[in-house]
């Protein structure tokens, strides 16, 4: 049962368009979230983060967006760069030990 | 700063062995987490360290086991191998209060 759920398995966009990656929750008890992009043969790098206590956090040509009442999390990256071609995991807490439930991931494809 | 490293890159063994592998955190975090990665999937929480101390656990069997060092680094050691463990192995590391965790590269796993 996926408490974290990323629902498109690929998504391809041309360079310097807007990139959407979506995740929804079922777990209304989850309050931070996160965000890693893994290219094959990486470990996943950390992106960006989000407390439930907002809304918005952007860094740079990255944004995350959280909805609570609809338990939904959406990375937008403006403009869209060849390099940023990779898989992006949506994460987030479970307990106190901070461990982090996964979402399938979504492969991003930039076109040059 | 040096990020975290593991060791090996890659191993191959056969069922019914045993496995260790090796994880060094990064600089100043204390706390070391394991993840299994199965194709395709999303990563798995195994378990997590603390100053020495396991401090949580996944839904992974008792042959799963791991060690931290006084130093932060960390062992995660798997006996009587099955095929379903051929996996990539991510360990991250954080500080103590944080919900962002730094992976290593990872170690394939496979079982033959």
């Known amino acids: 049962d996926q408490q974290v759920k990323q629902n498109s398995p690929s998504l391809s966009v041309q360079e310097g368009r807007i990139s959407i990656l979506n995740c929804d929750y079922t777990?209304?008890?989850?309050?931070?979230f996160l965000w890693y992009k893994k290219y094959p043969a990486e470990g996943p790098t950390f992106l960006i983060s989000i407390s439930s206590i907002k809304d918005k956090n952007e860094d740079g040509r990255f944004t995350v967006f959280l909805n609570k009442s609809a338990k939904h999390l959406s990375l937008h990256i403006v403009p869209s760069q060849p390099g940023d071609s990779a898989v992006y995991f949506c994460a987030s807490n479970a307990g106190n030990n901070r461990k982090l439930i996964w979402g399938l991931g979504t492969s991003l494809a930039v076109n040059p | 700063e040096t990020g975290v490293t593991q060791s090996p890159t890659h191993l191959i063994k056969t069922r019914g062995q045993q496995v260790t592998l090796r994880c060094s955190s990064q600089?100043?975090?204390?706390?070391v987490s394991w993840y299994q990665q199965a194709l395709g999937q999303g990563p798995q929480f195994i378990f997590q360290?603390?100053?020495?101390?396991?401090?949580g656990r996944g839904n992974f069997p008792p042959r799963f086991s791991g060690l931290q060092f006084p130093n932060y680094s960390s062992e995660l050691n798997v006996n009587a191998l099955e095929l379903d463990d051929s996996a990539l192995y991510l360990c991250?590391?954080?500080?103590?209060?944080?919900?962002?965790?730094?992976f290593g590269p990872g170690t394939r796993l496979t079982v033959t």
């Open positions: 600089s100043g975090h204390n706390t």
């Open positions: 777990n209304s008890m989850f309050d931070y």
């Open positions: 360290y603390y100053r020495e101390e396991e401090n």
């Open positions: 991250a590391s954080s500080l103590p209060l944080s919900y962002e965790q730094y």
